[in-house]
DNA sequence: GGGTGCCTCGAGGAC
DNA sequence: CGAGGCACCC
């Protein structure tokens, strides 16, 4: 048994596999086998040691990767030892799952509603608002978002409003309005996101005896992605792990590209502090890319400063160069991408679902489609609205919720009069001021106030309000319809409840407005339904709660399903974890990628660096490597210098693609910029050893175009260069005109020069000469 | 109370 | 350029 298990594994691989005792740190390069180490650790330690599948606890950050592990194992051991039901075997899911269902499991002690809800950002928000209007804060000076922020990374870093230390008068806005935050949310009932991280933290560290039930039960933990962790996480796992210390984690520092959300790659560090006695196993053996690419990656990656210098190693060979592109803007960027893409395909060297097109920014997607669009190319777009964002979807749920959870103000507040209803801001702000007063959630203010018997005998003489008789008309009807519901929420299926809500709500009447996005919206929210069956066989007083966690645990990125024959378009940052045969990433130019707010921070800038490394070390064969002259973003077209990034690939390594030339595309793609294009733009290829330069040295990293635009070329509406004049160039020698057209301010000329390639040239910049 | 038009602003996004 | 928020008007 143990020795089919380590079947096939790499020395270190199997090191890291059958370490069972004692913390084992794991770093992991890209495509080096962790996710088959993890689940091997886990056939290991249930066949060959004999450990029991309840002691075993598997963490990861999001729900797919859950999923893949669970299966992974269990088709390792060919049998269910592992299901998403139930939590008698093997624990494997997310930090959240994981934490939710302990928390609902101590409610009592933890100090919270077992029918809690969580509200996501959009709801966070609301409450957000709600606070800010309680301590009477203007929205515009106190952005309800950048609050939002500042009261999640609080709290990543386990800090309670009490301890929330103000030492400037914003974030002292700050403190009192995370106060607030805490406040509505309790009388919410409901947990954010980062809630159930810390909240489990806080129960474990006030209440012993709870945690050491749980360090018992876990003997052996297993944490992925451990770069990605925040505060509370590495908090947890090390109380979790703090008797058997038995706990695996595996990481890249070089794939850490989600500090904004939290994440503190340092926390690899830290654990090689906390633990000096863990077994550290590199896993540089990588199964997915050629050499090239590697090398490629390497040469990126190995400009940050704080990182453990590691060196990638493949049995595949050096494979094909990387192709650097240039092309004119976006849509040209896009051709390159799609004909390159037909011409892949049509010599059978890939299919299309072996394609994917990287990009900094989701906005960057829309030339990318109408290209695909244009030349019928199937493609499938990740990202964008997502589906439990939409409104329809959002909409349903607070219904759902309301019902489950009548203190929920914020759903009550977002359905209350969607359909329309006439009850309007002024009732609503009347209703909820005196149900306050008495400490009544909205619905109990309502319930009182339509007569409902019990309510008239706890609260007989309540307050007086200012709800005139149309309005108490129009909110006693609707609570009349809510308790309808609230009565028989046990006894219909979620889908029945959910059918009937939206029938005597009229909320499927008013969805379904004739028009084709209406009845696209009806349609989302009948997809709803297939989610809401799995829930049928749950005992009915479980299944409501049951259904809207996981809807508020899960994204669409878990429906991510390898369907048909497509490209995918996506982010650098959705991309990581997957693989393709052939990677184009686009827009590399200064201020796209690196992204433009990241210029002047050099940890920032470190971290772009991993994101391009992520988006590289995606490619098992095939790099493409494109960039634009010349985009247009925001409705404004910008020039902007080759990314830092193409810089560093060593020349042995790339191709010139259309550029077609034998030397250094992306140094002359630079040079073309750098020396005929805005001023200022060298700035651009200092790297960022020495970035505190960047800022002072008199704008120059401004890469916009406005330097051009302000330049009175000559307004001409003739073209000083025709096709097939002979021009000379200091750089490039004697070139032919391909074309050239006048612009708003200037003159693009398309210039052919022979063994150097086509260069679009700004004819106030370049010093062309006709000869 | 509901609808229309103007203004602002722009990254990345699991749970 | 385009989405979303808000103010103002009917």
């Known amino acids: 048994m143990h020795e089919d298990i380590v079947a096939g ?20 390069g890209p495509g080096s086998g962790k996710t088959r180490v993890l689940a091997h650790r886990v056939a290991f330690l249930l066949r060959a040691v004999g450990v029991s599948p309840r002691s075993l606890m598997a963490v990861t950050f999001t729900n797919k990767a859950a999923g893949e592990m669970r299966e992974r194992i269990n088709r390792l051991l060919g049998e269910a030892v592992s299901t998403s039901a139930g939590w008698r075997g093997l624990t494997i899911g997310t930090f959240h799952s994981i934490c939710a269902y302990i928390l609902r499991q101590e409610a009592a002690p933890a100090h919270i509603d077992p029918n809690y809800v969580i509200f996501d950002d959009s709801e966070q928000l609301a409450v957000i608002k709600q606070a800010l209007r309680d301590l009477k804060l203007d929205e515009k000076m106190y952005r309800p978002e950048a609050m939002r922020a500042a009261i999640s990374r609080a709290k990543n870093e386990l800090i309670k409003s009490t301890a929330f230390e103000a030492t400037t008068y914003w974030a002292e806005v700050a403190r009192r309005v995370y106060g607030r935050y805490e406040e509505v949310m309790a009388a919410n009932h409901a947990l954010d996101f980062d809630d159930l991280l810390c909240r489990t933290t806080y129960l474990f560290k006030e209440q012993p005896e709870v945690l050491s039930r749980y360090q018992e039960r876990y003997q052996y933990l297993l944490v992925d992605e451990f770069q990605d962790t925040n505060t ?10 703090g008797r058997s210390h038995n706990l695996f984690a595996v990481g890249d520092e070089d794939q850490s590209i989600f500090a904004f959300r939290g994440a503190d790659y340092r926390n690899v560090m830290r654990f090689r502090e906390d633990y000096p006695e863990a077994k550290v196993i590199l896993l540089e053996q990588n199964y997915r890319s050629t050499q090239t690419i590697l090398d490629t990656a390497n040469a990126i990656i190995a400009r940050n400063l704080h990182r453990t210098p590691k060196q990638l190693r493949t049995e595949r060979g050096r494979g094909l160069q990387v192709t650097l592109h ?9 051709n390159f991408v799609v004909s390159t893409i037909q011409r892949l395909v049509s010599q059978e060297e890939v299919r299309l679902s072996d394609c994917a097109v990287m990009y900094r920014t989701n906005a960057q997607s829309r030339p990318l489609e109408d290209a695909f669009v244009a030349r019928g190319i199937p493609y499938r777009l990740v990202g964008g609205t997502r589906f439990y964002q939409r409104r329809e979807i959002k909409d349903a749920l607070a219904y759902l919720r309301l019902v489950h959870n009548p203190a929920d103000n914020v759903s009550l507040m977002r359905i209350i009069n ?22 009544l959630p909205m619905t109990g203010g309502m319930a009182l106030l339509a007569g409902d018997p019990q309510m008239n005998v706890r609260y007989p003489e309540p307050p007086q309000h200012s709800l005139g008789t149309a309005a108490l008309r129009s909110l006693t009807a609707f609570y009349r319809m809510f308790a309808s519901w609230v009565a028989q929420k046990d006894r219909l299926t979620i889908e029945a409840l959910l059918d009937r809500i939206s029938e005597e709500s009229g909320y499927a009447t008013w969805l379904k407005d004739g028009t084709e996005q209406g009845q696209e919206r009806w349609e989302n929210v009948q997809e709803l339904h297939s989610v809401a069956e799995q829930y049928d066989d749950l005992p009915p007083d479980v299944r409501l709660g049951a ?28 991309a990581k974890g997957l693989e393709y045969k052939a990677v184009f990433i686009v827009g590399l130019e200064e201020n796209i990628f690196p992204h433009s707010r990241s210029l002047e921070d050099p940890d ?16 098992k064969d095939r790099l493409y490597l494109v960039r634009a002259f010349r985009r247009t973003l925001y409705g404004r077209s910008e020039v902007n210098a080759p990314s830092r990034f193409l810089i560093d690939i060593p020349e042995k390594l790339q191709v010139g693609g259309g550029i077609g030339d034998r030397k250094a595309a992306a140094r002359q793609a630079l040079e073309n910029v750098t020396r005929w294009g805005p001023q200022g733009s060298n700035a651009q290829a200092r790297p960022e050893r020495r970035p505190a330069r960047v800022a002072p040295a008199g704008g120059g990293q401004s890469e916009r175009a406005e330097k051009p635009a302000e330049k009175p070329a000559a307004p001409a509406r003739k073209t000083q260069f025709k096709p097939g004049d002979r021009v000379d160039h200091g750089l490039f020698g004697t070139g032919i005109v391909l074309k050239s057209q006048v612009t708003a301010d200037d003159e693009e000329v398309t210039v052919t020069f022979p063994g150097k390639g086509t260069k679009t040239l700004l004819a106030s910049f370049a010093r062309l000469r006709k000869v």
């Open 547 to 574: 259904f809207l966690e996981e809807v508020a645990l899960v994204s669409d990125q878990d429906q991510l399903a390898e369907e048909q024959d497509r490209v995918t378009l996506l982010t650098l940052h959705t």
């Open 326 to 334: 240039e092309a004119y803007d976006e849509s040209d960027e896009a």
């Open 232 to 241: 509370a996480q590495y908090e947890l796992v090390s109380m979790l792990a």
């Open 9 to 28: 594994l790499n020395p270190s691989q199997t090191e890291a596999v059958t370490t069972i005792k004692g913390p084992v740190l794991v770093l992991a």
């Open 418 to 439: 969607v359909p329309p209803r006439s009850i309007g801001d002024k009732t609503i702000g009347a209703l909820n001021t005196w149900s306050s007063e008495l400490g």
């Open 604 to 619: 920032q800038l470190e971290e772009e660096r991993r994101l391009m490394y992520v988006g590289v070390t995606r490619a």
